[in-house]
């Protein structure tokens, strides 16, 4: 049996970082070897393990994408398990946007390119690794990334947040394709639209203010759900939309 390999991208953010230390720590627990692949941007984490590798990947540039999972074909002829946990809400100059008015074309493009292009570059170059994986119906290689509720189009009853909620719409279509392609040319893989629920990050920090006492998840408490969630699909499941509880979401 192959050693169990996972990849996570954006390890060094608030959920990816914690599925990162939540995977090697099940190493300890279970007693049996697995590898975690985590990819970072700019430094390299002072997170250390002996099945734990760093990859330089800029999300942003396919070459680096490419060159990332061609560093994991030396360690891994697989992977099991792939976890897109990188978005983009706002940066240093520009917020969610209240009203059209405040639409910019630059900031559009970064939130598609950020939140909805780079999964499918991603799924593109890493299919072959997913190919070679060990996999079944009842246990299928994974493939997942991570969305919003406000990328959902029957869910939107608030508006704003234009460029944020298009681009995770986008994604949604975009990993739904995905799976109808793979479930043909790629069995037994689950490809999975998930929603990690309100998580005290970076990403969400300016807007907690108006998040519902006790819905305001850890890092860890929702890396920790996401991965249950996984660990029970099959790949019957794939093309869901699916929450940290495994509760639907509409399209």
């Not at 009203?99 to 970064?110: D, G, V």
Request: net charge negative.
């Amino acid at each position: 049996m192959n050693k169990k390999t996972y990849l996570i991208i954006g390890g060094t953010g608030g959920i990816g970082k914690a599925m990162v230390e939540q995977l090697i720590q099940m190493t300890h627990k279970i007693q049996t070897g697995i590898a975690v692949f985590a990819t970072y941007h700019n430094s390299v984490p002072e997170i250390e393990a002996d099945n734990l590798y760093w990859l330089k990947m800029d999300i942003c540039d396919e070459h680096s994408i490419k060159q990332s999972i061609d560093a994991i074909k030396t360690h891994s002829n697989h992977i099991d398990w792939v976890i897109n946990c990188v978005g983009l809400l706002h940066t240093e100059h520009n917020k969610p946007e209240k009203a059209l008015r405040q639409m910019q074309t630059e900031f559009f493009l970064q939130n598609m390119q950020v939140n909805a292009l780079a999964s499918m570059l991603i799924a593109k170059h890493i299919k072959p690794l997913l190919k070679n994986a060990e996999r079944s119906t009842d246990n299928p290689a994974i493939f997942a990334t991570i969305s919003a509720r406000v990328g959902s189009i029957s869910d939107n009853e608030l508006g704003g947040w234009y460029s944020y909620r298009m681009s995770k719409a986008a994604l949604n279509m975009g990993m739904k394709n995905l799976s109808i392609e793979w479930s043909r040319s790629l069995k037994d893989v689950c490809v999975v639209v998930m929603q990690p629920g309100t998580v005290n990050t970076q990403l969400s920090a300016p807007f907690q203010a108006n998040v519902r006492e006790g819905h305001l998840f850890s890092p860890a408490y929702s890396a920790e759900a996401l991965l249950e969630v996984l660990a029970d699909m099959s790949s019957d499941q794939t093309g869901s939309f699916v929450d940290w509880a495994g509760e639907s979401i509409p399209w």
